[in-house]
């Protein structure tokens, strides 16, 4: 452990689906220093999203410059005191690039696309237990959600992948790979590794074995000679190499940004939390056992720390637009010139007029799995103005969350989930949406138990920061959980009474259903 004089820093890689971060935290595991960057959205085609991923690289290291020069500004000598840099990332999306020149072969294809629909059709098609086929062994649906289906479709569609794969020249990985190749050497000898929770994001890692699942691989034709070595959460990686700033600096913690969020919320067995970005994310820690999901959720890793650590598994709901849709209400419709408006627009009405919003721009995930499904708004009429659709953009975030956690207490039953002193199931939250008093609200009232925000909201990026301090000695398991980073809480308590809840969320439930079977239509 560090002298308690000396000056100790821990720092984070936050890359995410619509930007980039770098997080500069002191040895209590408070921020320092930070800087952020958005990079390009590309939609080549309807339902198709994309990021390039050379663009990613330049913005994780202007964001680790900037971050320090920050530090520096504020006399902390971050340069001589960092122990340690940590990753997190947005999952799913995947990379394909060249071992030989270090380019990636075809842009990053981003975790909502929906481009290989038809790939997931014709496994379901051909394989003996349809969508569920490999469930068992890596608790995951066919669905265009994971990386799998889209390493298919690049090694179908892109004849500069079919080659390099061919000519043992194809690397593959999901961002964390990509980004951890690159910071340890790239062609002059990057580490080509993948963490356990993003791992088990791709469909092709065995649950129990943490290990590639030969079954799986020789059953969709893909080679384990692509692949990178899977690790723990918590380990040394490598080193940064020059070229990059803080070269010298070890690699020491990796984890998807869910996983991460998890573990900076320090969710232990039975512990849920809510993480609001573009989309939403809401992760059970289940324990040392995997569980299998009845509800349409999906059986993933939380976290291992350690390469000898016992591996604590979660029960997963992800839905795809969450903070998207405040986007697309500014970029789109230009209804709010900034995300922040929302919150004033939807609190000019006491509700939302009988308006229900479903986002499913690129179908549904947790726990429908419909990717028929389309987004609409409905129950508008001579009345509705601009305030009820943005008080219902706001509602459908809360009432997604309530479908997954409505399924995880199916799934998990009473013994599955730790309550309060008060006999109350508490929801941790945290994410940039959660600055939107209103929307926490709302969301404690549609749920009917309280929601928890932390003094510090960005616990994805803290998350991955505690994983590499823990791998350099910086901190212990021990001072992490006891609550390194206990602070003042925000909780929202519910406001609605039950019958009025009941009949909201039948409301939802009848919008839901409408929203099925619409894909063609932009045929």
């Not at 394989?127 to 569920?132: A, K, N, P, V």
């Not at 964390?176 to 050497?185: C, E, K, M, P, V």
Request: glycine fraction near 10%; hydrophobic fraction near 40%.
């Amino acid at each position: 452990m560090a002298g308690e004089g000396e000056e100790v820093y821990v720092a984070a890689i936050d890359q995410g689906t619509t930007s980039t971060r770098f997080i500069i935290y002191d040895r209590h595991a408070k921020p320092v220093a930070s800087h952020q960057l958005e990079f390009k959205q590309h939609y080549p085609e309807a339902g198709w999203v994309e990021h390039d991923p050379m663009e990613i690289i330049e913005t994780v290291k202007v964001c680790m410059k900037e971050a320090v020069d920050k530090a520096k500004d504020r006399k902390c000598n971050v340069v001589a005191g960092l122990k340690a840099i940590g990753i997190t990332n947005q999952r799913e999306t995947t990379v394909m690039w060249s071992r030989s020149t270090g380019l990636p072969l075809y842009n990053a294809i981003v975790w909502m696309d929906v481009r290989t629909s038809p790939v997931c059709r014709r496994l379901e098609s051909e394989l003996s237990g349809g969508r569920t086929h490999f469930v068992e062994t890596c608790g995951l649906p066919i669905s265009t959600y994971f990386s799998a289906l889209k390493l298919l479709w690049l090694m179908e569609n892109v004849d500069a992948v079919k080659d390099a794969v061919r000519t043992g020249d194809a690397l593959f990985g999901t961002i964390d790979t990509w980004l951890i190749w690159n910071l340890t050497g790239g062609v002059a000898g990057g580490q080509h590794v993948t963490d356990c929770s993003n791992a088990s994001r791709t469909m092709l890692m065995n649950l129990k074995t943490l290990d590639w699942d030969k079954p799986t691989l020789d059953a969709l034709g893909i080679s384990a000679a692509i692949l990178p070595k899977i690790i723990s959460n918590s380990e040394k990686i490598g080193v940064v190499v020059n070229g990059f700033p803080l070269a010298g600096v070890p690699i020491s913690g990796c984890l998807g940004d869910q996983h991460a969020a998890m573990l900076g919320q320090l969710c232990q067995k039975g512990e849920a939390k809510s993480t609001y970005g573009t989309g939403a994310f809401i992760l059970l820690n289940t324990g040392e056992e995997p569980t299998e999901s009845s509800h349409g959720l999906l059986s993933t890793i939380a976290y291992k720390l350690g390469p000898t650590a016992p591996t604590n598994y979660a029960l997963e709901g992800s839905i795809a637009i969450a903070g998207a849709a405040v986007q697309w209400l500014r970029d789109s419709l230009g209804i709010i010139q900034t995300a922040a408006e929302i919150e004033k627009l939807a609190e000019t009405v006491p509700d939302s007029g009988g308006i229900y919003f479903v986002p499913a721009f690129n179908g549904l995930f947790a726990p429908w799995w419909r990717d028929d499904a389309r987004g609409i708004c409905i129950g508008i009429t001579r009345f509705t103005n601009k305030g009820h659709i943005a008080r219902a953009v706001l509602e459908s975030m809360c009432f997604q969350v309530n479908d997954v956690l409505s399924s995880m207490h199916k799934d998990a039953g009473d013994a599955g989930e730790v309550k309060s002193a008060e006999g109350e199931f508490l929801l941790r939250v945290d994410g940039g949406a959660t600055v939107n008093n209103l929307l926490m609200q709302i969301q404690a009232d549609l749920l009917g138990s309280p929601v928890v925000r932390p003094a510090d909201i960005e616990t994805t990026a803290l998350g991955a920061a505690y994983a590499a301090g823990l791998a350099a000695g910086v901190w212990t398991k021990e001072q992490v959980f006891a609550g390194l980073h206990k602070e003042n809480t925000t909780v929202f308590r519910p406001k609605l009474d039950e019958a009025h809840r009941k009949k909201r969320a039948d409301s939802w439930y009848k919008a839901v259903s409408r929203s099925f079977d619409l894909a063609d239509l932009s045929l």
